[in-house]
Nanobody, 121 residues
C-alpha cells in the first residue's frame, strides 16, 4: 500500500511559477512510474506528465516546454515545476503511482488527494 501526499498548490498570476511536491509513503518507490494528472473546473481528468524509474519523461502537449517533472528517489518525492502558467492551467493537480510497465497515461494504482492550483489574470 502506498500513500501519496501532494503540496505546493497556490494562487498565482498568469506567467508565474509554482512547484508541486508529492511525497510517497510505502515500499519500492524507485520502481514506480510516477505521474501528475489534473482536473479543471467542468472538465475530466487529464494526464499532465510522468516519469519512469529510469528518469524518462512524458508530457501532454499543452505543457511541453513549461512544466518539468522530476523525482528524488532518496526522499521518495516527485515534483512538478510549473513555469509560464496560463489561465487554462487552473485545476486540482493529483500525483499517482503506477506499478505496471505498459503505458504512462493510464493504469495508475495509487492516487493522492490533490492540491489546488489557481491561475489568475
Amino acid at each position: 500500500q502506498v500513500e501519496l501526499v501532494e503540496s505546493g498548490g497556490d494562487l498565482v498570476q498568469a506567467g508565474g511559477s509554482l512547484r508541486l511536491s508529492c511525497a510517497a509513503f510505502g515500499p519500492a518507490f524507485n520502481s514506480y512510474i510516477m505521474g501528475w494528472f489534473r482536473r479543471a473546473p467542468g472538465k475530466g481528468r487529464e494526464f499532465v506528465a510522468a516519469i519512469t524509474w529510469s528518469g524518462a519523461t512524458s508530457y501532454v502537449d499543452s505543457v511541453k516546454g513549461r512544466f518539468t517533472i522530476s523525482r528524488d528517489n532518496a526522499n521518495n518525492t516527485v515534483y512538478l515545476q510549473m513555469n509560464s502558467l496560463k489561465l487554462e492551467d487552473t485545476a486540482v493537480y493529483c500525483c499517482a503511482a503506477k506499478r505496471g510497465i505498459f503505458g504512462v497515461t493510464s493504469g495508475y494504482d495509487y492516487w493522492g488527494q490533490g492540491t489546488q492550483v489557481t491561475v489568475s489574470s
